[in-house]
């Protein structure tokens, strides 16, 4: 790989005269400039960022650390805050942990090595909880989960209220056995809080059978609804918090070869390219994915130009889209009805 070195000897300049022309700075001769980036061009030199940033103090990479970028929720948010990031002169390194607080940590190092200007990340629940703790040598943007022990930026979705109107609905349309299947990362624990603030809001009491805790990962939600499709009495319903596990749930419903929502409905967080492509599609609430991405990169943006100023929650409100997933279930009444005019008919009959 060619050095600064190298492109000022082709050039016939020194390398003080490299720098400039590659910082665009002042008192260079256009002629020259032209010489420095035609041979810099030829020679495939590329500067050293790292050491650019040390020397400059201002780094243009930020990082930005998800808990799973196969989720099209993360993938969304990326796109967004890379677009973010471009527009203002920045790139974006991209993690992924895996929800695992070892890589987390590898990640979170290399940021730090690296010399990021920022990041912005979905921290683990091990970070989450000794967030306070932490020393990080950069500016931090927390999206998707909140953190209670540490004063800092953050884009959250409000997720108890998003949870309490699809859990509404669900009940507004006559379901009455509903299932639940949440992680236990702070998105989760508030999407179950939604879920059962709804369920007492209309008399129902919730049920530990009807209520678990999974993996936001699609075979974690298959094996979770089957065990819950095996219950003595199993949900005419089924609320799932992330749309991985809901992947998982409609595998599982269809193995059992019921049908949705004439043996139980469904409904879940974050529109995906598979969930208005499905029969029935799914009715779900649909998250700011790019405002969040969007966001969360202004506001670390803003926090590296102004170190010193106060931090920011912004939380904002999800779409509930309905869709078939959750229509009535008329052909059970129509069908219950038919059977009570049959037995009807009958007595009378009979008598």
């Not at 810099?40 to 970028?69: C, F, H, K, M, W």
């Not at 059962?196 to 993996?215: F, I, T």
């Not at 974690?220 to 749930?249: C, R």
Request: proline share 5%.
């Amino acid at each position: 790989m060619a050095s600064i070195k190298d492109v000022a000897e082709a050039a016939g300049v020194s390398t003080a005269t490299v720098s400039r022309v590659l910082s665009n700075g002042l008192h260079v001769r256009p002629e020259v400039r032209e010489r420095v980036m035609a041979t810099v061009e030829r020679l495939g030199y590329r500067p050293n960022l790292v050491a650019r940033s040390l020397r400059s103090q201002q780094s243009s990479t930020i990082g930005l650390i998800v808990s799973d970028i196969s989720n099209p929720f993360f993938t969304a948010i990326s796109r967004a805050v890379e677009d973010t990031a471009y527009e203002q002169g920045f790139s974006v390194l991209l993690c992924n942990t895996d929800e695992n607080p070892e890589k987390e940590a590898i990640y979170l190092n290399l940021m730090h090595d690296t010399a990021v200007a920022g990041a912005i990340m979905s921290p683990t629940r091990q970070t989450i909880a000794n967030f306070a703790d932490s020393n990080l040598s950069f500016p931090i943007v927390v999206i998707d989960r909140s953190i209670s022990n540490g004063d800092v930026d953050a884009v959250l979705l409000d997720n108890v209220d998003a949870a309490y109107r699809l859990i509404t609905h669900l009940i507004e349309q006559d379901y009455r056995r509903i299932g639940a299947l949440c992680s236990e990362m702070s998105t989760g624990l508030e999407r179950q809080v939604g879920y059962e603030k709804a369920l007492r809001a209309h008399g129902l009491a919730p049920k530990s059978d009807y209520m678990k805790y999974v993996p936001p990962k699609i075979d974690a939600g298959y094996t979770a609804t089957l065990k819950m499709l095996d219950l003595a009495e199993p949900p005419d319903a089924l609320f799932t918090a992330n749309s991985l596990i809901a992947e998982g749930a409609l595998r599982a419903i269809r193995e059992r070869n019921l049908v949705i929502p004439d043996d139980i409905a469904l409904v879940t967080f974050d529109e995906t390219t598979w969930s208005s492509l499905v029969q029935p599609s799914l009715t779900l609430i649909a998250q700011p994915t790019y405002e969040i991405g969007k966001t969360a990169a202004e506001l670390l943006l803003q926090r590296i130009a102004d170190p010193g100023r106060p931090t920011r929650q912004v939380i904002l409100k999800g779409q509930l889209l309905v869709r078939g997933s959750s229509a009535p279930q008329l052909k059970k009444k129509e069908t219950s009805n038919h059977h009570e005019g049959i037995l009807d008919r009958a007595e009378e009959v009979a008598s």
